[in-house]
């Protein structure tokens, strides 16, 4: 193959897409050919040409050029049931009357090589890793708090496969982790030091969730985004126009995400973010203030995912991820 020149770039035989300097070469699940063809049969769409969006993560997804307007198609990753996507469309829909909100054109979702296919609208903005933090900050909040109200009068069971946040002790959710970078990479000081510092933050976590559980509890819960980051958050000039990748969605405590949001940059301020969202109408209270670090922090922890591969080996990125992580537990759990 050629040498890479951005990410995103396709191979000259049209099989694989470059991931970037990590990752390298990695496969496409469709071709351009394959997605020009199944969105014509599937959706009756008509695609003059297609082009790999490359900022996504876990999904592949194309914008399709087209006479009338463009659209974009998201092919799903393998572990995604149709019957999880059928959940997702219900939560977009309760949110259908927020503007912002990037919602599929169809409940049409076809299932090709074990990838369920889902068509969108195109919107147009600059993505928000290109606005100033503290004004995405600014425009997230209310949104959020508007998706929160609507999402608190939904009657849905958890979705199928999720667990929530806070539902799994965070020392399971380390340790098979800790075990495995330490067998690629040993136990030299750099990797145990970071070690030690996460093993003391998950054991203060897990303390914490046990005694909100003897107590009251964190009782306000339902479905989320769950993946608000800043490259799914649109924007033209420095107003949020869209909301994009609901992929996620699932019933959290409504105060993790809002944690994300408020440790979202060291230049944000958690108090701002908080009263922004109880004055747009964040349906918590004043005093769940207190759980945003901690829920912040068990977000950080959301980073371990990445830690290892599907047979639970470290990736060869695992020590870098793990200093990075050792640094937001240890300082403040910043969720871009």
Do not use: K
């Amino acid at each position: 193959m050629a040498d890479p020149q951005r990410r995103g770039e396709i191979s000259a035989d049209g099989s694989c897409f470059y991931d970037g300097e990590d990752w390298g070469w990695q496969p496409l699940w469709l071709t351009a050919h394959q997605v020009q063809a199944l969105v014509l049969t599937e959706f009756g769409v008509r695609a003059l040409s297609v082009e790999l969006l490359a900022d996504g993560l876990l999904n592949q997804t194309w914008r399709l050029h087209c006479a009338d307007r463009d659209r974009v198609l998201r092919v799903g990753r393998s572990e995604r049931t149709r019957d999880q996507v059928r959940y997702e469309d219900r939560v977009v829909s309760s949110w259908s009357r927020i503007p912002q909100i990037v919602g599929p054109v169809s409940n049409h979702h076809p299932v090709v090589d074990g990838h369920v296919l889902t068509l969108y609208p195109y919107r147009e903005g600059r993505p928000g890793t290109e606005v100033d933090p503290v004004v995405r900050a600014r425009q997230v909040a209310p949104v959020m708090a508007r998706m929160h109200r609507s999402s608190v009068g939904l009657d849905l069971p958890q979705r199928p496969g999720a667990r929530s946040i806070d539902e799994v002790p965070a020392a399971d959710r380390w340790l098979p982790v800790r075990a495995a970078v330490i067998d690629r990479f040993g136990t030299g000081e750099e990797i145990m030091a970071a070690a030690r510092v996460v093993d003391d933050a998950v054991a203060e976590l897990d303390e914490i969730l046990q005694r909100w559980r003897g107590g009251d509890g964190v009782v306000r819960r339902a479905v989320v985004h769950a993946d608000l980051n800043a490259r799914n958050q649109l924007y033209e000039n420095d107003r949020l126009v869209g909301i994009i990748d609901t992929d996620d969605c699932r019933i959290e405590p409504l105060v993790a995400e809002v944690a994300g949001l408020a440790y979202s940059d060291l230049a944000v301020s958690p108090s701002t973010v908080w009263r922004d969202y109880l004055a747009a109408g964040g349906p918590l209270e004043p005093s769940d203030e207190e759980m945003l670090l901690p829920f912040a922090r068990l977000g950080a922890l959301g980073e371990l995912e990445w830690f290892t591969d599907d047979n639970g080996v470290a990736t060869h990125l695992a020590d870098r991820h793990l200093q990075v992580l050792a640094s937001d537990l240890g300082g403040s759990p910043v969720r871009g």
